[in-house]
């Protein structure tokens, strides 16, 4: 099957740092990849869509300044919250995509992110 | 708008069966997933459906009828590790996915 490696699986820091979060397709190439976040006890919320070598499309509420998302590689998509505040205490989750496969998405293990 | 709909919540009996029901409204269709989601981990695929019917996959069954814009995922033989939320999602006319607010269920001895 697919594999998507999501990395760091948990993190904690301090407010006003950045953070940076990977997301990497272990055998196959992903053409699309997805972030999302999901607070405790509400389902997944689309954060933004990327395509390899173009920029990130962004839901809307979503601010494109502060959750950067770089996709510069077939298999590598990061996702860097900056100036972290606690509200952004989350669940991430990345998903990707094979071109061969659009009905499925492959998900990471998921990030926690602790900002204190 | 789109929007899918399933339960908050449901309580079952250890080996016993239940039902978690999905009713979808999407700007089209390219297939219906569910996936189990435990506390504090990413989801995990259970099931795909995209023509109507039902298919069986072990103690997981999924039904789909598209004229009704409704699926169901049927659990038979409940175990405690089936304890987790269960999530429906559609696959929209844009490849994107659509997620339900998933459903708890909470299995009892």
């Known amino acids: 099957g697919a594999v998507v490696s999501q990395h760091p699986s948990r993190v904690i820091c301090k407010s006003g740092t950045s953070v940076k979060i990977e997301c990497r397709s272990l055998d196959f190439q992903a053409t699309t990849m997805f972030w999302y976040r999901q607070f405790p006890k509400q389902s997944l919320m689309l954060m933004a869509t990327?395509?390899?070598?173009?920029?990130?499309?962004?839901e809307q509420g979503v601010e494109k300044d502060k959750f950067l998302i770089n996709h510069a590689s077939l298999t590598l998509s990061t996702l860097t919250v900056t100036s972290a505040h606690p509200e952004d205490s989350s669940f991430y989750i990345c998903s990707a995509r094979r071109a061969d496969r659009e009905t499925e998405a492959f998900f990471g293990q998921g990030t926690r992110l602790t900002v204190v | 708008g789109q929007n899918i709909d399933q339960p908050t919540e449901m309580t079952a009996t250890e080996g016993a069966i239940v039902q978690i029901n999905c009713t979808y409204q999407t700007s089209g269709f390219n297939g219906l997933f569910w996936y189990q989601q435990h506390a504090g981990e990413a989801p995990t695929f259970l099931s795909y459906?995209?023509l109507d019917g039902l298919e069986e996959k072990g103690r997981f069954s999924s039904f789909l009828s598209r004229s009704k814009g409704y699926s169901y995922l049927l659990l038979k033989e409940l175990q405690m590790k089936d304890s987790a939320s269960y999530l429906c999602?559609?696959?929209?006319?844009?490849?994107?996915?659509?997620w339900g607010a998933g459903t708890k269920l909470i299995i009892k001895p």
């Open positions: 990327s395509n390899e070598g173009s920029k990130a499309t962004y």
């Open positions: 999602a559609v696959l929209d006319s844009n490849y994107q996915l659509i």
């Open positions: 459906n995209v």
